[in-house]
């Protein structure tokens, strides 16, 4: 008996520390693909070089999916990622933007993507430290840095042979400088990381998904640029409505701290 728990041991702590290296290994292949991106976008094939972001994306939500489920989280782990969202999410985006269309304003151009790229940094490092800050998990303080580069990321793969020149060339500047503010913003935006499938009608939640894969195989392009933009756009919208909507604890201090007049003796 003794033998055979022996046997078992070294297996088991083989298995450990690959549970410990799996989710590095995601973590590693979303920092090949920021580095892919660079190389391509360098080379200008902006069609090969975008989707590269859109990969790292779905690789930087396994990895802490597989990490968490695993219980193989680390501190190791965690600057790992960040070390690799910031090639990908910061400096891939930013290079892509310049030698695709930001190029052609010479240092505006390339002081624009540095924004971009400084946002990014920001933005990690807030979050490495506000997150066990945070008490509500829903919700991230400023616009996730995966979701910025997929703005620049999908529009360039929607037009990889780049904007007129002119005044339409201008519409580049924003392409970066509205995700990069929104990225050190303290709007709200809304996190899928505790969203799951336990719903309680899994067959719809199973459909919505099989309906969203068949939108990006069948329109790849505009489907992206759809769900990107609609991200971006749907933290301003909670914002404003949030400034709209009136509350409820203002609503009852406001009754009850209107005076109540009396309409004194009637005359008979």
């Known amino acids: 008996m ?23 290994l995601f973590t590693l292949a979303n ?10 976008a360098m080379r200008g094939e902006f069609s090969t070089a975008a989707p590269f972001i859109g990969v790292a994306v779905v690789l930087d ?12 989280t680390s501190d190791f782990g965690r600057e790992f990622d960040s070390l690799a969202d910031m090639i990908s999410f910061g400096i891939a985006p930013a290079v892509l933007g310049y030698a695709w269309g930001l190029y052609t304003f010479g240092r505006l151009g390339w002081a624009v993507g540095f924004l971009f790229v400084s946002a990014a940094g920001i933005r990690l490092a807030r979050f490495n430290i506000q997150t066990n800050a945070n008490p509500d998990k829903r919700y991230f303080v400023g ?25 339409m060339a201008a519409l580049a500047l924003p392409l970066l400088l509205v995700p990069a ?16 499938l336990n719903t309680r009608r899994p067959a719809s939640a ?17 489907s992206l640029v759809l769900v990107s933009y609609t991200y971006l756009v749907s933290g301003l919208v909670g914002l404003v409505w949030s400034r709209l909507r009136p509350r409820a604890g203002e609503d009852v201090q406001q009754v009850v701290s209107e005076p109540i007049v009396s309409e004194g003796p009637r005359e008979v």
């Not at 939500?61 to 193989?72: N, S």
């Not at 360039?156 to 904007?163: A, S």
């Open 2 to 24: 003794i033998n055979v728990l022996r046997r078992r041991d070294p297996e088991q702590r083989r298995l450990r520390r690959g549970m410990y290296l799996l989710p590095s």
């Open 31 to 40: 920092m090949f693909c920021g580095y892919a991106c660079v190389i391509f």
């Open 61 to 72: 939500l396994l990895d802490g999916r597989i990490a968490r489920m695993t219980g193989a």
């Open 143 to 167: 616009m996730p840095s995966p979701a910025a580069a997929g703005v620049p990321a999908s529009t360039v793969f929607l037009l990889p042979q780049g904007l007129p020149t002119g005044w």
């Open 181 to 196: 503010a929104l990225m050190v913003s303290t709007i709200r935006y809304r996190s899928f990381k505790t969203f799951n």
């Open 206 to 222: 199973l459909m919505i998904v099989a309906l969203g894969i068949a939108a990006i195989v069948t329109y790849p392009q505009w």
